[in-house]
């Protein structure tokens, strides 16, 4: 069983930036890939970013050279560096382990952007 917890959304003004986090529990972390996806309301789940366990990222096209995945294995932690926030960006961010044994999403945490 892995849980995952993030942390480091708020409210921020365009242009500006934060960094969220996702601590895992579990020995299995190394393995997993982790992914950041956001959902705004009214809009389904998409995708923002995500890195492989050999450190493979990937991005969605609107967040590419603004946000960076990284991930810490000492620490069991994702991050997610967002620069030059949009208020499009404005979603709750969920976090995302993808391991052999099955799919695991944190609770999310809301990010604001304003204009």
């Known amino acids: 069983q892995v849980q995952l917890v993030e942390s480091g959304g708020g409210l921020v003004q365009a242009g500006g930036s934060l960094r969220l986090s996702c601590a895992a529990s579990?020995?299995?972390?190394?393995?997993?890939?982790m992914g950041w996806y956001r959902q705004a309301p009214g809009k389904q789940r998409e995708l923002v970013a995500t890195?492989?366990?050999?450190?493979?990222?990937n991005y969605a096209d609107s967040v590419k050279g603004r946000f960076t995945i990284s991930r810490d294995n000492a620490k069991n932690t994702v991050y997610l560096q967002m620069n030059s926030l949009k208020p499009e960006d404005t979603a709750v961010y969920y976090c995302?382990?993808?391991?052999?044994?099955?799919?695991?999403w944190g609770q999310g945490t809301q990010v604001t952007v304003s204009s």
């Open positions: 890195i492989s366990s050999t450190g493979s990222t």
């Open positions: 995302n382990a993808d391991l052999p044994e099955g799919d695991y």
């Open positions: 579990g020995s299995s972390f190394s393995f997993a890939s």
